[in-house]
C-alpha cells in the first residue's frame, strides 16, 4: 500500500456499488493555496457503523458529495480532528486545530468561508448548498464541547449524540405522539444508546431496546434500556401503551415485525439509520404510520431559531457531558494508524465483526497508536 509522501494525500476510497471494494491511493497537494484556501492535515478520525449509513444513503442524501472523487469511486465522511498546515485566508491561521467532516485522507483543502470566532465554513462548490453543520469546521478554542484529554470520545460519540439529542428532542417537541414505550432497534449501536440514555434521563416512558443474541448481555449491562428483546421476540411485547419505533438498524423484517405487531398502538416510526445494510429493505405497505425519515438539519435551524445557537449549544453540552460520562466504564477506544490498518478496521465495520463496545480511533499517518 502507498505511505504518505511530501506534496501527496492519501485517500481512502471504496466503491460507491460494491463497499467491500476498497483502495488507498496518493493524490498531488496543491503547489500553493489560492486566496481563500486553507490546506489541513488531517490527525484522526473515527469510524462507526454510522458512516457505512452514509454509503447506504450516499447518493440520496447527498453523502458522496462532501468529498467527491471519480467514479465508481467515492469517499465516506468521517467525523475528525485536523490542524491548519497552510492558510491563505486573512481568518484562518497556520496551526489551528478544528473538529468537523473530513474524508478518509491525510489532507484536504476547502475554500474557507463564513469565517467567525467560533467556526468557520467550507464554501466549495460542490458543498455550498449542504446544510451548515455538514460542511463547517468548528475552532476547539471556541468549542464548548472540548476537552483535549476527551478527544477520542469527542470522535466517536460527538455526531451519533448530536443526532441522537436532536431526534429525543423532536419527539419531546410533538408530545411523543402520544407514545408511552419507546422501541429502539440497533440497541447496541453507540447512536441508539445515546437516545435510551436520553430517553431515560428525562423519564420519557418505557424503553425498549431490540438487539440480537450476540449483544444481548451488553445491551443489558448498560442500564439505560427498561427492557432488551432480540428481534424474533417481538411479538412478546404488550401493547396496551402506544409505541413509537425508532430504528436504528434498516433491516425490513425488523420494520415488517414491529409495524405488524403494534398496528395501530404504533403512533410514530422514524428512520435514524441503517446499521444492518445487508439486510432486507422495507417494501410495500406497513400497519400504523409511515416511517419518515429523521433529517437532523432541520430540528437544529428549527431549535437555531426557538432558542437561539448559545442555548441550544449549551443544552447539548450539558446532556453531552453526563452521556461521555455514562460511556466511560464500558467504551473501549481501538486506535489504528496507517493504510493497512485503516482497511483492516473499516472491513471489521461493514461486515458487522466489531464489538458493540468498541470505536474506531483510525490515521492514514504511519505512526504509533
Known amino acids: ?93 497556520q496551526g489551528e486545530r478544528v473538529f468537523g467532516f473530513f474524508p478518509m485522507s491525510t489532507h484536504l483543502v476547502i475554500d474557507a468561508d463564513d469565517a467567525g470566532a467560533a467556526s468557520f465554513a467550507d464554501g466549495v462548490a460542490h458543498r455550498r448548498d449542504l446544510a451548515l453543520p455538514y460542511r463547517q469546521y468548528l475552532r476547539v478554542g471556541a468549542d464548548g464541547f472540548y476537552e483535549a484529554r476527551h478527544e ?23 408530545q411523543e405522539f402520544g407514545g408511552r414505550t419507546f422501541v429502539v432497534s440497533s440497541a447496541s449501536s453507540k447512536t441508539a444508546i445515546a437516545l435510551a440514555f436520553l430517553l431515560s434521563q428525562r423519564k420519557a ?13 451488553f445491551v443489558e449491562r448498560l442500564g439505560c434500556y427498561d427492557r432488551v428483546v432480540l428481534y424474533d421476540e417481538v411479538g412478546s411485547l404488550p401493547t396496551a401503551a402506544p409505541a413509537v419505533f425508532v430504528d436504528h438498524a ?41 416511517p419518515s425519515f429523521f433529517f437532523a438539519p432541520s430540528q437544529i435551524e428549527k ?18 457531558r453526563r452521556f ?23 472491513r471489521e465495520v461493514l461486515e458487522g465483526r466489531a464489538q458493540p463496545q468498541q470505536g474506531h480511533i483510525l490515521s492514514l499517518w504511519e505512526r504509533a497508536a
Not at 205 to 217: D, I, K, P, Q
Not at 273 to 288: D, F, K, M, V, Y
Not at 303 to 310: F, S
Open 1 to 93: 500500500m502507498p505511505t504518505a509522501q511530501p506534496g501527496q494525500s492519501l485517500d481512502f476510497a471504496v466503491k460507491r456499488d460494491e463497499w467491500s471494494r476498497c483502495e488507498v491511493r496518493s493524490s498531488a497537494l496543491p503547489e500553493s493555496l489560492r486566496d481563500g484556501q486553507v490546506l489541513f492535515r488531517v490527525d484522526r478520525f473515527a469510524l462507526t457503523s454510522n458512516n457505512i449509513t452514509y454509503a447506504l444513503t450516499g447518493d440520496m442524501l447527498g453523502y458522496w458529495r462532501f468529498f467527491p472523487t471519480e467514479a465508481p469511486w467515492g469517499r465516506l465522511p468521517v467525523m475528525g480532528f485536523a490542524d491548519v498546515l497552510d492558510s491563505a485566508h486573512p481568518e484562518v491561521r
Open 152 to 174: 477520542d470520545a469527542l470522535l466517536l460519540l460527538r455526531g451519533l449524540f448530536m443526532t441522537s439529542f436532536l431526534v429525543d428532542d423532536f419527539l419531546a417537541d410533538n
Open 324 to 346: 461521555r460520562a455514562f460511556t466511560e466504564p464500558w467504551l473501549e477506544v481501538v486506535r489504528s494508524c496507517g493504510p493497512a490498518e485503516v482497511e483492516r478496521a473499516y
Open 250 to 290: 434498516g433491516d425490513g423484517k425488523v420494520v415488517a415485525a414491529v409495524h405488524g405487531h403494534y398496528r395501530d398502538q404504533l403512533r410514530h416510526s422514524c428512520v435514524v439509520g441503517a446499521t444492518h445494510w445487508s439486510g432486507e429493505r422495507s417494501r410495500g405497505s406497513l400497519p400504523g404510520p409511515t
Open 205 to 217: 416512558g418505557e424503553v425498549v431496546g431490540l438487539t440480537s443474541a450476540r449483544n444481548r448481555a
Open 303 to 320: 431549535r437555531n431559531a426557538e432558542w437561539g445557537p448559545a442555548v441550544f449549544q449549551q443544552r447539548m453540552v450539558e446532556f453531552w
